[in-house]
């Protein structure tokens, strides 16, 4: 597929990723599941990459959800502990990418080595001019609008507007492309207000093996359809 197809006016401004597939993609090929967890981290990087080049402002991806926690326990222990491992490879790559780094997701339950990290990253790329990459680990959408929903009554908000809410969320742009991979087709409690006028895009192809030509592929279905917002265009 040739990027001069994509319309350089039309590039969604806010992309958001389910990131869905890593342990499936492992299995097809005889791996363990945590390999496919590595594969699908390194990929956020290498995604990211690509979105800046397109001029993307917003990529959020889901990498971790408050229900996680369900999952074996062997599972969870490596998705808390490999971004700690990892971190010190790949630091010099981040920071002299033009990538912003942002955590989105609940604090309470991470580990203070990890969280040292994540405020290490978000301190030293704060400055960064390219696309914005807001992971959502440990992240829910129920949670993050009870909290905004509490936040606001306890600064005596007590009509808010659309705004107001936005003011309160973690993730405070509206997504104008979710896209899930791996072939499943549900929002999984994602970015609940957030999507509410997004476009959506499945596919088949799993996380780890999701790359540029998928990207490109996501983004021209995404310049076809006819965006109304409610309204009918003249």
């Known amino acids: 597929m040739n990027i001069n197809k994509l319309k350089k006016h039309d590039i969604p401004k806010h992309l958001a990723i389910i990131l869905d597939g890593n342990g499936r993609w492992a299995k097809k090929r005889g791996l363990p599941r945590t390999f496919g967890h590595y594969q699908g981290g390194l990929n956020i990087g290498k995604v990211a990459q690509y979105a800046d080049e397109l001029g993307i402002e917003v990529l959020t991806v889901y990498a971790f959800s408050t229900e996680n926690w369900s999952r074996p326990q062997d599972e969870v222990d490596y998705l808390m502990t490999t971004p700690i491992k990892e971190f010190s490879k790949y ?110 895009y499945f596919t088949k192809t799993h996380w780890p093996a999701f790359n540029k030509r998928a990207l490109w592929k996501a983004i021209l279905h995404y310049q076809k359809r006819d965006r109304r917002f409610g309204g009918l265009k003249k």
């Open 91 to 200: 630091k010099e790559k981040i920071l002299n990418s033009n990538i912003r780094v942002k955590h989105v997701g609940r604090r309470q339950e991470l580990s203070k080595e990890l969280l040292e990290i994540i405020d290490d990253l978000e301190v030293q790329t704060k400055d960064h001019k390219g696309t914005l990459l807001q992971v959502a680990f440990n992240y829910g959408a129920y949670d993050e609008l009870l909290t905004a929903y509490q936040q606001m009554m306890s600064e005596g908000i007590t009509n808010p507007t659309k705004q107001d809410v936005y003011d309160h969320l973690m993730v405070k742009q509206p997504v104008d492309l979710l896209i899930r991979t791996s072939g499943e087709q549900r929002v999984s409690n994602y970015l609940l207000w957030q999507i509410s006028y997004a476009e959506f």
